[in-house]
């Protein structure tokens, strides 16, 4: 058979209602025009992101009614640590309560001031804590990975020359670690190649730089190498994922990606000096080593989450879902990152609406439109969340202005999808009549889940 079915059915379901065009006006306005501060009943398909928003399997929800709560040493914990070695061969695992707090205990711990760390592309919390750190957070991924228009197959690699001369230029000891993202969500779920990890941990290795990766979506990124990179294709998804963490010295992970969970992150290392100064932090700020700020019945969804991201037949289907809505804009001619990434589809605003200068922010004007139109939430990846500001309030666009349309795991059907194809095509015949914005309240860091907005009239 030609049509790939979701690999499962439903056995609960979850209302969702449409309000009015006029009620969703209202509610944007009250919003102050940004979709993170709508109310998620407004929203009728939220891809606002993939983050936590994934529906458990049963064997999930089986495995929560074993959750061991005890304070030290629970059989979850053991269930957590043992799968988390299993894929990784890592050999300390801390849990946190989401990848972010992995992120900052990492920098905390590890970065001083003036430090300078490289990455493919830094994911917006994983830049917030290594600048609040007192270090610059340096994107290093290569040139295609910058041309939305591109479709070649690993876009999310980072450009080895770049990261030798960063190293160079710098001096070793400003490098405390580098990072690599899989795949690279800033940079449109762009997949990286094992061949482009080896690569750079050549360079490292010449250097002694430790590899850390983002882990959040290792087990997509391992069914991008089994379908494109030479070699893989007759590799199973943990074999493939067992050898991309052979690479790493340390590994950050939110678990509310790959983890198949709703809640939930690793931090993990090889260095037994670095594994003691992570715990003392864990200890202080997340909980003892053995739950760290889970709950024993959330240890154990992902535990059970973390091997079913590496089932074959999930990630098969996760990817012809991402596919069905790119082969559509494509065939209207409506702008997007090529290839479509492995969690989201990214629209190209910068294409989509040409008459908005980026100073007011294009990806927001189609953000909107979106949820005007049809009650679809997506989210701006462009000048709001990655333009750089500086001590004299002269801002810098991003070198992309996307609208991710995220998906979470194992919860929209196919005609969910139809939906929101009918709703961007609209919004594609009407994208003349989208203004841009101005912000008109904003916070220090992370400014785009919280600051305000106006319509440029
Ligand atoms: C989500 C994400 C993080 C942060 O994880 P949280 O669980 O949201 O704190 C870090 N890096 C990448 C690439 C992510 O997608």
């Known amino acids: 058979m030609r049509t790939i079915i979701e690999p499962f059915r439903i056995k609960m379901t979850e209302p969702l209602k449409l309000i009015s065009r006029e009620e969703r006006i209202k509610a944007l306005d009250k ?3 940004n979709v993170f501060l709508l109310d998620a009943e407004d929203c009728c398909v939220d891809l606002l992101t993939d983050s936590g928003t994934g529906a458990m399997s049963v064997q999930q929800w089986a495995a929560m009614m074993l959750g061991d709560e005890s304070y030290a040493g629970s059989k979850s914990w053991k269930k957590f640590e043992s799968t988390i070695k299993k894929i990784t061969n890592i050999k300390y695992v801390l849990p946190t309560h989401q990848g972010r707090a992995a992120e900052s205990i990492l920098a905390q711990t590890r970065i001083t001031q003036g430090d300078i760390i490289p990455n493919n592309n830094h994911f917006d919390t994983t830049r917030a804590n290594i600048e609040f750190a007192g270090a610059q957070a340096v994107d290093l991924v290569c040139d295609s990975g910058l041309d939305a228009k591109l479709d070649i197959p690993f876009k999310g690699n980072m450009d ?5 001369h960063c190293i160079t230029t710098h001096g070793r000891e400003k490098i405390p670690f580098c990072m690599i993202t899989v795949t690279n969500n800033t940079g449109g779920g762009q997949p990286v190649s094992l061949e482009n990890i080896r690569n750079i941990k050549a360079v490292l290795n010449k250097f002694d730089i430790p590899l850390v990766i983002d882990a959040c979506r290792f087990a997509e990124n391992a069914y991008f190498i089994k379908e494109r990179e030479a070699g893989y294709a007759d590799r199973s998804l943990l074999e493939i994922a067992q050898e991309l963490f052979s690479y790493a010295d340390a590994a950050t992970m939110s678990c509310k990606k790959d983890g198949l969970s709703n809640i939930g992150g690793f931090l993990i290392c090889n260095n037994e000096q670095w594994a003691e100064e992570f715990k003392n932090a864990l200890i202080m700020r997340e909980g003892f080593p053995t739950y760290g700020g889970l709950a024993g019945r959330d240890l154990e969804a992902i535990a059970v989450g973390l091997m079913e991201a590496l089932e074959l037949d999930y990630q098969v289907y996760r990817h012809a879902t991402v596919l069905y809505l790119s082969d559509r804009l494509e065939k209207t001619g409506i702008p997007y990152v090529r290839p479509a990434g492995g969690h989201a589809v990214f629209l190209d605003a910068k294409e989509f609406v040409p008459h908005i200068p980026q100073s007011q922010y294009p990806g927001i004007g189609l953000v909107n439109s979106i949820y005007i139109e049809g009650g679809v939430r997506g989210v701006e990846l462009g000048s709001v969340m990655f333009g750089r500001i500086d001590d004299s309030g002269k801002e810098t666009p991003a070198a992309l202005e996307l609208v991710r349309l995220a998906f979470p795991r194992r919860v929209y059907t196919q005609s969910h999808f139809d939906y929101l194809i ?31 907005f106006k319509v440029i009239r």
């Open 31 to 33: 919003a102050y025009h």
């Open 160 to 164: 080895v020359k770049k990261l030798e």
């Open 422 to 452: 009918e709703v961007i095509e609209e919004v594609w015949k009407n994208r003349g009549s989208i203004s841009g914005y101005q912000i008109t309240y904003q916070p220090k860091y992370l400014r785009h889940f919280s600051c305000h």
